[in-house]
């Protein structure tokens, strides 16, 4: 496994998503997963949250059902997956189209060698992804990033995926990606992410999670950048698509919520914003 840092979460909630394969429908999640991520993922289930399966499960479905309806109508466009970590969407899609992860240097590196591993075993099948390595916490690697991207998307319609990636963020670098974002989506396309709102700092599920990633996964401290309704529904660039939080998705796709308690569960939103 990589070492432990942020980027150590890639792995835990592949073990969630794995757990709940049957809601999330990710089968090639459980790659992923070795006994070093497994007593990562007990400590963190101990320590944290028992429903992190579920609420995996959950937001997985939510941004495949994005992805499956937007490349239904634009089957041309191009899937880019901000912080793609190791997600498996690409294999998921209904209609697998040209994509694009981005990552971290070290992310992109273990998961290109990964893949290649995988295909040769026969455990995954080809698509045709580009990986691109970037630190979006740098002007640099968001200026480079962005002629990268340009080059690559051009004037197509594109779905961008920033999940599990907002909170991280220092928050100036992430309101400088969603312009980067905005310059590079042509009108229509789309962007969709998971945000925490600023309440969030009074659930408890969150403080032991703040705390797990302190003292667990080396994170070095415990500002997150939190996001209103408002602020979200006034990104430059874009209109509001639609919004949801975890507890109402959770409602539509599973016979046995255990997400309905705020205090109790890990409060994420969902959101798909539309490029004006
Ligand atoms: C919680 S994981 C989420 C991964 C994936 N999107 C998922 O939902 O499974 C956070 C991801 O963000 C990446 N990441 C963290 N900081 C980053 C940065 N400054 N620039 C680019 N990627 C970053 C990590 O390497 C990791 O893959």
Redesign the pocket.
């Known amino acids: 496994m990589i070492k432990k840092n942020?980027?150590a979460?890639?792995f835990l909630?592949?073990e969630s998503r794995a757990r709940a394969e049957q809601l999330s429908q990710d089968s090639y999640a459980k790659l992923w997963v070795d006994a070093s991520v497994r007593d990562l993922w007990n400590l963190f289930s101990k320590e944290v949250y028992l429903n992190d399966p579920q609420a995996l499960a959950v937001r997985n479905r939510f941004f495949l059902e994005c992805l499956n309806h937007f490349f239904a109508d634009n089957p041309q466009g191009v899937f880019i997956?901000i912080?793609?970590?190791?997600?498996s969407y690409p294999y998921l899609m209904d209609c697998p189209v040209q994509a694009i992860e981005?990552?971290?240097p070290g992310?992109v590196e273990y998961k290109k060698k990964k893949v290649k591993e995988f295909r040769e075993a026969g455990n995954l099948p080809w698509r045709d992804i580009a990986y691109v390595a970037?630190?979006?916490?740098c002007p640099k690697?968001r200026d480079a990033l962005y002629s990268e991207l340009s080059q690559r998307i051009k004037a197509r319609p594109s779905f961008m995926l920033l999940?599990?990636?907002s909170y991280?963020?220092n928050p100036e670098a992430f309101l400088a990606f969603m312009k980067t974002a905005a310059r590079l989506q042509t009108t229509g396309s789309q962007l969709s992410m998971d945000y925490w709102l600023p309440e969030v700092k009074k659930n408890q599920v969150f403080l032991k999670f703040c705390d797990f990633l302190e003292r667990r996964c080396n994170h070095p401290n415990r500002s997150y950048n939190l996001i209103t309704p408002l602020e979200m529904q006034s990104m430059d660039g874009y209109d509001l698509g639609k919004t949801i939080d975890v507890s109402a998705f959770e409602m539509q796709i599973s016979k046995k919520p255990v997400l309905q308690t705020w205090e109790e569960r890990l409060p994420e939103n969902f959101v798909v914003l539309v490029r004006k």
Not at 83 to 87: D, K, Q, R, V, W
Not at 134 to 137: E, I, S, V
């Open positions: 942020i980027s979460s890639a909630v592949n997956n912080a793609a970590g190791f997600t981005v990552d971290l992310v970037a630190d979006l916490n690697g999940e599990g990636i991280y963020l």
